[in-house]
């Protein structure tokens, strides 16, 4: 999945802050999830708008820029 299908910043929603393609949940939402120990489903629970799809691209995205960086 290309970054632009999983997530995007556009300075008219949420003053620029990067969210799931498509709707307005920002990105670091699912991160705060996870950090608290909750799944990948229960974030979909609460935000059905994000594919499961996007959620584990974004963590693939997310791994491949910390490797990259090292």
Request: proline share 6%; no cysteine; glycine share 6%.
């Amino acid at each position: 999945m290309e970054r632009a299908d999983v997530y995007h910043s556009d300075p008219d929603i949420l003053g620029g802050t990067p969210v799931f393609t498509g709707t307005r949940v920002p990105i670091d939402t699912l991160l705060v999830y996870l950090r608290k120990g909750k799944r990948i489903d229960d974030f979909r629970d609460d935000f059905p708008t994000v594919t499961r799809e996007q959620a584990e691209a974004l963590l693939d995205l997310a791994e491949q820029e910390l490797v990259a960086a090292t």
